[in-house]
């Protein structure tokens, strides 16, 4: 029964149209009334079912989604399936399923390429400056900060980089930046 | 006109209620059994309506839920909302939009976090070996690769550790990801 909605429209149809036609149907008077009035009848209780049952799924489905956009991919997945509605649900659920599987997979492998960094830059006798452009950061590891004798891990990258003694090092990251150069010599000086 | 689907059902329902009595809404009996044949006209073709209507809008979400199953969240917003579907279609719409931005974004935290790693492993002359447990792999960088003198950047992890030469580095690695430990002197050899 997974086309409720629609076979039952189709038999509404059926019905409706049936009841136009009384007298082909029957050649008795009254039992052509009593049919169509029959008729007419299973019609309107049809159409209450549909109302009913649309609107109440619908605003259960319509809720799922404001729920995801809010960012938690509920999967609740109907227990039986009777009709259209059930089976939008249910692909709703198996497409958020799926996007939550998806984004785990992606928050860790985010976290892995993170700690990796982490590690390799916490541990090395290197000096190294993390350049972010976009959050305007320049982030140094241990041996940086030994190295410069700064307290501070974290600068504003405009800061250090429009430092009138760092002309070279802001050059350098422009190269860096826009042809992927990767080894200079320059100093840097943090204020 | 959100709700053309409800108000039409709304309107189907009192129609096909009314021509249940026509005795009681008509004196003259012509009048009521025209009534009941407008009526129940009127009451087929919304329900042809309805049914075409709900059939071609909801096989057009259904394609719009599969096609971001298999991974293109496809945005077609519609140009006018005039039922519950169309509803229901911008409302997906909005949310595979918001889906596509934050991947976008979580994509770009991984290929940064990723790039960083890469290029600080890449040019520091200190050796660097990246184990990860859940690949099975053991990726070298260049000092790494100089130092023990191996044309190979990468290895499966359970080879090396496995290695009767490499039991005191196994333990290091069990250590680190264990309790987090992350300096030792060891020594490891590349089978």
Known sequence: MKNLYRNTLIVLVLLALSSLIPDILFTDRTSGRIF????????????IFLLISFSKKLSK??????????G?????????IHDELDMLTLKLSKLFKDINKYDRLRAKNVAKSGKAFASISMNISEAVI?????ENTA??????????????????LDIVVKHAQNIEFNKF???????????????????
Do not use: H
């Open 173 to 191: 990251l422009e190269r860096v930046a826009g042809s992927g150069e990767e080894k200079a010599e320059v100093s840097v000086y943090f204020p």
């Open 130 to 134: 993390l350049a972010d452009f976009e």
């Open 139 to 156: 982030i140094l590891n241990p041996a940086a900060q030994k190295i410069w004798n700064l307290e501070t891990r974290s600068f504003p």
């Open 61 to 70: 489905i319509n809720r799922q989604i404001q729920l995801a956009d809010s």
């Open 36 to 47: 169509v009035a029959v008729s007419d009848g299973i019609v309107a209780a049809g159409l």
């Open 72 to 80: 938690s991919f509920t999967t609740e997945f109907p227990e039986k």
